[in-house]
């Protein structure tokens, strides 16, 4: 059992208090709903799609969006690091566990939590293209736009939303808070 007390010696730590809610589990599912219909309707005819979700923030958007997508599709998952448990930039992103299809000649849908600086997206794109996919698109939840300092497509995008740092429906701070059916946010320390 973790101590939710909240305060410690005074202060308010930012995986200790209640996320704000910054998007409500009502808006968050009519706009995948949208999603869905747009993504449907664009890969319709196509053959399968595949979604690539980059763990782990993205499981619970990738559950949502697979159920509601009307076209054939399959799913395989990617892991990449960027940050640490104290939400400080490594540097480098890295490969944590590589995805097992086999995209040459596949339609594959990049299914992201959050786009920040686009470092992580930007990196997963380079690794992807050189498999010769038939094509590369990406579908992202979360976009801090004045936080972006790499030039990378986003295909579909839920929400732009400001400089904060968010949790819930798969997003975390330090692993916590990923079950919040809310997209929260979490003031600095
Ligand atoms: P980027 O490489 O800077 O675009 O960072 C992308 C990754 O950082 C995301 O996939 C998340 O894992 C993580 N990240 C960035 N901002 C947040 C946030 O506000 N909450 C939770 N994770 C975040
Ligand atoms: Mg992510």
Partial sequence: MSCESGRRGGKIRKNQEKPSVLISEEKIRRRVEELARQVSAEYEGAGELLLLGVLRGCFIFLADLARLLTIPRSVDFIAL????????????????????????????????????????LEYLIHTLLPR?????????????????????????????????????????????HRALPYIGSVKAD
């Fill in 81 to 120: 690091a960027a940050y640490g448990q104290d939400a400080a930039p490594y540097g480098a992103v890295r490969l944590i566990m590589d995805l097992r299809t086999n995209i040459s000649g596949k339609h594959v849908l990049i299914v992201e939590d959050i786009v920040d600086t686009g470092n992580t």
């Fill in 132 to 176: 010769k996919p038939a094509s590369l698109k990406t579908c992202v939840l979360l976009r801090k736009k004045d936080r972006l300092e790499k030039e990378v497509r986003i295909d579909y995008l839920g929400f732009d939303i400001p400089d904060v740092w968010v949790v819930g429906y798969g997003l975390d701070y330090a692993d916590r």
